[in-house]
C-alpha cells in the first residue's frame, strides 16, 4: 500500500506492515534486509523500522513487480527505478551509500570570479560534502557481489524489462497488457516507459495503480528459505 505502509507476506499471509507515508513527486530509496531471523526497513539510507521475520519468501512462485500476487487489488500507483535483489544482507553502510547519490551539477561561486586574471599562482578550494566523480550516479550499485537480479527499466518500447544480477535474462519480466502503452516512452501519462520521469540512467517504469505490473517467471534464484538472506531495494515516487 503505497499511502499507509509496504505489507510483508509470507504464503499469502501478512506477517506485519513497515510504515511509509511518502510525499508526492518525491523519489524515495527503500531497502528491506533480512538478517538472520530479522526485517529491517530503510528509507533514504536510514533505519526505520524492524521486524521478526523467518518465514519462506516467494517459494516456487512468479514474481509480481508492482503488484501482490496473493491479493487482488493491490497495484502500486508510481515510478520505479533501479530494482535490485540480493542474496545477502547488505550492511547499514552500503544501503546508505546506495541511497546517498546525486547527480552532478555545476556550482557557480556568487563570491570568487576565477575568470579574472588577478595574479594568483595556486589556489586550491575544498568542497565538503561532494561526492568525487569515483564514485558512480545510481544506476550503478555500490557493490555486485551476491546481486541476483536487476531491473533498471532503461527500455524504450516493448514488453520486456531486462534483468542484470547473476540470474541474468532468466530473471527478465514481463510486463503485463495492462500497460496503456510500451511503444515508446512517455506516450502514456502515469503508465508504461518514461523517460521524463526516470530517476536514474535511460529510464523508468511507471505504474498506473489500476492493472500495471511486471510478471518474472519462478526462479529458483529468487526463492529464499526461511534461514536466507536477503536485500530488496529500488527508487520510488508516488
Known amino acids: 500500500d503505497s499511502t499507509t505502509g509496504i505489507g510483508i507476506y509470507s504464503m499469502s499471509v501478512q506477517q506485519g506492515t513497515f510504515t511509509f507515508n511518502p510525499t508526492v513527486g518525491t523519489w524515495y530509496h527503500l531497502a528491506i534486509v533480512r538478517n538472520g531471523t530479522t526485517l529491517y526497513f530503510y528509507v533514504d539510507g536510514s533505519l526505520r523500522q524492524t521486524m521478526a521475520f523467518s518465514a519462506d519468501v516467494n517459494p516456487s512462485a512468479n514474481l509480481y513487480i508492482g503488484s501482490s500476487q496473493h491479493t487482488t ?23 546508505k551509500q546506495d541511497a546517498q547519490r546525486f547527480p552532478y551539477a555545476v556550482y557557480t561561486s556568487p563570491v570568487i570570479d576565477l575568470t579574472t586574471n588577478i595574479g594568483w599562482t595556486n589556489l586550491t578550494w575544498t568542497g565538503k560534502g561532494i561526492r568525487t566523480a569515483a564514485i558512480p550516479d545510481g544506476e550503478t550499485p555500490i557493490s555486485t557481489t551476491n546481486l541476483v537480479a536487476s531491473w533498471n527499466f532503461n527500455e ?58 511486471v510478471n518474472v517467471a519462478d526462479n529458483a534464484n529468487l526463492d529464499f528459505a526461511a534461514t536466507d538472506n536477503f536485500t530488496l531495494s529500488a527508487w520510488i515516487k508516488t
Open 73 to 95: 487489488g493491490q497495484v502500486i500507483n508510481a515510478v520505479m527505478d533501479e530494482i535490485r535483489i540480493s542474496n545477502v544482507a547488505r550492511s547499514p553502510e552500503e544501503i
Open 156 to 213: 524504450t518500447s516493448g514488453t520486456t524489462a531486462a534483468s542484470g544480477g547473476s540470474c541474468g535474462a532468466t530473471c527478465n519480466g514481463t510486463l503485463a497488457a495492462g500497460f496503456a502503452s510500451t511503444a515508446s516512452q512517455d506516450q502514456a501519462a502515469g503508465t508504461g516507459w518514461t523517460a521524463n520521469n526516470r530517476r536514474w540512467g535511460a529510464g523508468a517504469l511507471m505504474f498506473d495503480g489500476t492493472n500495471d505490473y
